[in-house]
């Protein structure tokens, strides 16, 4: 799939769990989400849906912080052994997910510069920043991805799922990828069968653009009104 489907993919997907992970306890994790935790696992679970592309040079986030991104972008095609091999199994979802979890656990600041990453590829992967003016679209992404970082961090949101987060977003990039006729090795290195929807469909073709995009969009808007206390903004009759 395209870097914006996939990015409205884990927008979707967070929200999808959030009540089924309200209150409960996974790998020792607590869950104890408010409107913040919403909004940032969100963003995060966005970005994170997008890293598997780091394996293609022309993908949204191989292209989001130029020569950073592209550096590590060839660095993981080499180790992972191409387009759509290693980065799309759940070996690379569970090593990206221990990766981030083993930063939470060591430094506050690693956190919150990882989230400043993961949702200015976020942004950038949903839409923004696409525009004639790279330089300008490039600058108000920053600002707008400092902004909400900063917001998040204020409103004291609490990071304990960031791993979780970020593993759940490459296995949704998989889930997209399995939709398309391509597939993905999801058991490489193990075996290199690639796992694809038998409805599979192209890449930017049609169905994407005119059936998943559009579906994907319609679910974030009626999550949105269902997650968020909207009740709250209302004056007390
Ligand atoms: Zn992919």
Redesign the pocket.
């Known amino acids: ?1 395209m870097g914006h489907s996939h990015a409205l993919s884990g927008v979707v997907g967070w929200m999808a769990v959030v009540p089924l992970l309200q209150g409960a306890e996974v790998f020792g994790v607590s869950f104890d989400l408010g409107s913040g935790e919403i909004i940032a696992g969100a963003l995060v679970c966005a970005g994170a849906a997008l890293i ?2 780091l394996d293609h040079k022309n993908a949204t986030i191989t292209q989001t912080y130029g020569f950073v991104t592209q550096a590590l972008g060839g660095l993981l095609n080499w180790l992972f052994g191409g387009h ?1 091999n290693g980065t ?1 199994s759940l070996l690379f979802a569970l090593l990206m997910g221990a990766i981030t979890q083993g930063l939470a656990l060591w430094s506050d600041l690693a956190v919150q510069i990882f989230v400043f990453l993961l949702v200015g590829i976020a942004i950038n992967g949903l839409g923004f920043g696409m525009d004639k003016n790279r330089t300008a679209a490039g600058i108000i992404n920053a600002l707008a991805t400092a902004g909400i970082v900063l917001a998040l961090y204020t409103s004291g949101v609490d990071y304990t799922w960031m791993g979780l987060a970020v593993a759940f977003g490459c296995v949704l ?1 998989f889930v997209g ?1 399995c939709a398309t006729s391509m597939g993905c090795p999801l058991l490489w290195p193990f075996l290199k069968y690639r796992f694809s929807s038998p409805m599979a469909f192209e890449t930017d073709g049609k169905v994407e653009r005119n059936v998943v995009t559009p579906l994907l969009t319609i679910a974030i808007i009626l999550f949105s009104v269902y997650l968020f206390p909207w009740r709250d903004l209302l004056p007390e009759a």
């Open positions: 799939m598997p592309d759509r799309h990039h990828d």
